[in-house]
């Protein structure tokens, strides 16, 4: 099967739940540029909605494409979602950040009505954690936080505890996100226990965000060779 197929039907079928007037929060990552891309086509046909970016890029892609943008600052609420994912278990709990944008994808899920998560199939997984879990952190004092988070892993029972700072390039810089802070990835294995371990993240001085998204989303789309299921919690 082609993954990117798959992403693209997923996206395809979020579609379904966009009607005109929406202001709808534009997802990060691979198969959220697809929704991005076929949302324009819509605009194009006629279809009136406001995107709401959750990264610099998805902004680009958005404007190339002519979905009309709204800043953050201009929103009270958001119609629907429409994001991607790296995990996704039973619970309907995500992993999410492996582009770098958790922190503002959390902000614009949190601040919707609705949060539909598009993925492939292969990102339905029975527990969470094969993926390495995203924290985004402050660059201040960072070495003393990743210790906290790897302590956090080790005391909720993650079947792995490494953690380390996310670098990208030939020279292995650092990775900055559009917050201007650094990620670190925890590679726990398998989360024993998401909700203790999102609890304690956010406990930690010097992280701004972690990547467990946790009841933010009742509708998953997992895209097939041939189609999309549409799940719904």
Known sequence: MSADLAKLNAARAALDFIKDGMVVGLGTGSTSAHFVRLLGERVREGLRVKGVPTSEATKQLAEQVGVPLLEI??????????DGA???DPAFRLVKGGGGALLREKIVAAA?????????ETKWVDTLGAFPLPVEVTRFGFNLTLERVHQVMRDTGCAGDKVVLRVAGKSNEPVITDGGNYVLDAHAERLCDPEAIAFALSQIPGVVEHGLFIGLSRTVILGKAKGAEVKRL
């Open 73 to 82: 600052s201009q929103v009270t609420s958001i119609d629907v979602d429409v």
């Open 86 to 88: 790296d995990e996704i």
């Open 112 to 120: 919707s009505k609705e949060m539909v998560t598009i993925a492939d």
